[in-house]
């Protein structure tokens, strides 16, 4: 049997009687990260990262039914061997390592090589099996260095600013809008939050994370305050009454979907901002590379398409159905896990 | 390249009017004469003729990729757009350089008489020494697909602001037969009138009506006609001469021989808005049928006695040399009649419906079938003739859509805008117990009911054929259309026009959906020949 299965419940290891990343209850739950395709409410027990665990905690409501690692501990369930390696994706996310008997398994999670400043950087981890996501796995899709996108961003802050104009930035709430925070360059203007956004960043800040000041929007901002000022919003604030008040203002989309001019057009941005936190096509050639896998399982994104290539490359690789929902990914976000003032509300997400 | 690249890209980042006004006026600032002409021509759709074959350059920019065919076709199914798949694919490398737009255009041309692998040295070069979205612009320009979202209107505008020239003098100028290969942008915007016969004027373009009808107020205030289902067209008579132009600013005197009657029958100086449509022993034929003469670029005797072409007119903009669009509608509308009181078979008056009341205009779009017509126009009496789409004087008050119920057979990802979604579906109706395609429809759902049947596809799917699934036979949907023709390239012998989904019908049951022969009933009644 192998060590890693895939069920209708999510990642099954049999041997330890856990599961990764499942979309239904199940007793035992090793999470990636917070994103709510990965991070599903009401099972028994999770295990995440120590950074990854504050954000987990506050979504899902837990107790004390959480514990967590450190990047490379190691936990033994019943001889096998589970550690979390940096992913690179959001702040404390994580690749899965299986062990057991010698035999080598490697859960990606979602992951990006490049380092966006904010999140522990990407690290190899050698193992027999892959099993990796392919949210962008298409030669179309490559990203620029992220220096570049910080500084078309923060020209077209500039630019808005000089014409009296809020800039509105519209990224994924957990993980985009902290590492745009974290990069825009906060000397050009005013830096403020939508509340869903803000309460992510409370989350971060108490557990140490250091982000720049950047209040919330509440009745109580001045109309003053807000010209020339940074607005950073999850995209379902787009089309809503709530991005009224910033009138006039200019609104970019920060998305690696953003690569395509179809999707830009279609979410009717003024600027769309090539910006990922999942690896591009070279990135993802490069780190099935690294990792010396004799086999690959493809999850989220182009799936059947990047495994038919893998095995014209030498790699066997099996695409295989997840409720990831990466295909879909961050453009298809339709409301917010969380409202404006930090509620809750139960509309159901697809993320990244 | 470099200028124009920038206006393309302004224009493509803003979504606002005053923005791209913005965009247009600072290019017409910065380019030369012969780039400016150049500009307005490409956005006003006047293309250089396409000199490469679209299927070489995905062959050889999949070389530069060194990337299997599949993962280009397949990557040009996920973008939509080939130009923009190239240019994506492209390896990343260039040289800095900054020819001018004109440089590119006339790169293109040049084109044409070479063999097929110097064209490919020329492109390959061309390449290396564009940036990304240059690449784009370029590739655009040479698979002749240079589209943008700039009306004419806007485009007028910005000119008028940046030559201090009045609005509808430039609107006039931008029309008819120009060419950046034989006019100067100085000849466009400052020569004297008169030089161009053939020159139409733009056309009024109606909205439709979406608000209750009575809420237009007095039907003493207006006048009512029938749509009709044919081509927007313009007769000139100017100097002796004969030019027909087609809404898409196409000059199609050729194609209509009959109407080479009209320089008997109207004076010198005039010039006619009205309807192109096929009509025979005094009833008009479909659309179909004159799709038959469309395409064609010899017009037989035999297709000229089956499907003879008359025009409809509706209006007169141009009377013994005048230009009189800005005389009440009313009166031009009488101007016309006595044009028209000679009778010709080619030459038509589109007959006033008279209604004293709003519910006896309805009861007459209610027998719009019965005129093969698609509803009602309404004028109001004193408007003046306007350039473009305009609110408030104009409006057609169409009759609602057939519609049939059908099931969901295959799906297709969708492309450009709705590039990671199952969006293109197939349809299906009841023959026996077998269903039949019938229709192809990609429009009429929420971005969130789109969702979810793509959700729902991915599940169901029986069978993969490239970007195509088939799925169980399931999910019904109410689909609404124009028209129903017989088709003998169609499976089902049926075609439609401008099918799209009402509604899901997620109370239906497949099982309940329509039969082929609710359809060929359908048929019969819509055909009325
Ligand atoms: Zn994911
Ligand atoms: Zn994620």
Known sequence: MDLLQFTDKGIYCAQAGVYLDPWKPVEKAIISHGHSDHAYFGHKYYLSTSIAMPVIKHRLYLQDNIETLNYGEIININGVNFSFHPAGHIPGSAQIRVEFKGEVWVFSGDYKLQDDGISTPFEPVKCHTFITESTFGLPIYKWKPQQEVFTEINQWWLKNKAEGKASLIAGYTLGKSQRILKNVDPSIGKIFTHGAVDTINEVMRKQGIDLPEAPRITNEVSKDDLKGALIICPPSAVGSPWVRRFLPYSLGIASGWMRLRGTRRRRGADRGFVLSDHVDWDDLNTAIKETGAQRVYVTHGYSELFAQWLNEQGVEAHEVKTKYEGELGEMAETASTENEDGTKNDTTTTQP | ?529
Request: aromatic letters at 12%; hydrophobic letters at 40%; proline letters at 4%.
């Open chain 2, 1 to 529: 390249m470099k200028h124009f690249t920038k206006l393309f890209t302004d224009l493509d980042q803003t979504t606002k009017t005053l923005g791209k006004i913005k965009a247009l006026v600072e290019y017409f600032e910065k380019a030369s004469d012969q780039d400016k002409l150049w500009a307005i021509a490409l956005l006003s759709h006047r293309r250089p003729k396409r000199t490469v074959n679209a299927s070489y350059l995905a062959q050889w920019a999949n070389e530069l990729s060194g990337l299997p065919d599949w993962l280009f076709y397949e990557s040009h199914h996920v973008v939509g757009d080939l130009a923009e798949t190239i240019t994506l694919m492209l390896p990343a490398e260039f040289e800095e350089s900054n020819y001018s737009l004109t440089y590119w255009i006339d790169f293109i041309k040049a084109l044409e008489p070479l063999e097929v692998h110097q064209k490919k040295e020329k492109i390959l070069w061309a390449w290396s020494q564009l940036n990304e979205t240059e690449r784009f612009v370029f590739n655009k320009l040479i698979t002749g697909s240079f589209r943008i979202g700039v009306s004419q209107q806007l485009m007028v505008k910005a000119l008028a602001k940046y030559a201090n020239v009045k609005e509808n003098i430039i609107a006039h100028r931008l029309m008819g037969n120009w060419s950046p290969d034989i006019n100067t942008f100085q000849d466009l915007l400052f020569a004297d009138e008169g030089t161009d016969f053939s020159k139409p004027y733009p056309f009024y373009l109606a909205y439709a009506l979406e608000d209750e009808i009575s809420s237009l107020g007095d039907p003493e205030d207006w006048i009512a006609e029938r749509k009709w289902d044919g081509i927007r067209g313009q007769v000139i008579v100017r100097n002796g001469q004969l030019f027909v132009w087609s809404r898409g600013e196409e000059l199609v005197t050729d194609k209509y021989p009959e109407y080479h009657v009209m320089l008997s029958l109207l004076p010198e100086g005039t010039v006619l808005d009205g309807e192109i449509l096929p009509f025979k022993d005094d009833k008009p034929l479909t659309f179909n049928h004159l799709q038959t003469r469309i395409g064609r670029k010899t017009i037989s005797q035999k297709l000229l006695k089956d499907v003879p072409v008359s025009f409809i007119t509706y209006d007169v903009l141009e009377w013994q040399g005048q230009d009189i669009r800005t005389c009440k509608f009313e009166d031009r509308r009488k101007l016309l009649e006595e044009i028209c009181s000679k009778e010709s078979t080619v030459l038509r008056l589109s007959p006033r419906v008279m209604f004293n009341t709003w519910e006896q205009l309805a009861e007459e779009r209610a027998r719009s079938r019965d005129f093969l017509s698609e509803g009602i126009m309404l004028k109001r009496k004193d408007s003046i003739y306007r350039n473009g789409r305009r609110r408030g004087d104009w409006w057609k008050w169409k009759i609602d859509p057939l519609t049939v119920d059908a099931v969901l057979i295959y799906a297709m990802r969708g492309n450009g805008r709705r590039a990671n979604l199952y969006t293109d579906y197939t349809f299906a109706v009841w023959d026996g117990d077998q269903l039949v395609p019938f229709a192809k429809a990609y429009s009429g759902l929420t971005d969130e009911e789109i969702r979810q049947v793509d959700r729902w596809v991915k599940v169901n799917t029986v069978e993969r054929f490239g970007p195509v699934r088939s799925v169980k036979p399931e999910l019904v949907f109410e689909i609404a259309f124009e028209g129903i023709n017989k088709s003998s390239r169609h499976k089902s012998g049926i075609a439609l026009r401008f099918p799209r989904m009402a509604r899901w019908r997620k109370d239906k049951l497949a099982k309940e959906a329509n039969t082929l022969s609710d359809l060929n009933a359908l048929l019969k009644i819509t055909e009325n020949t």
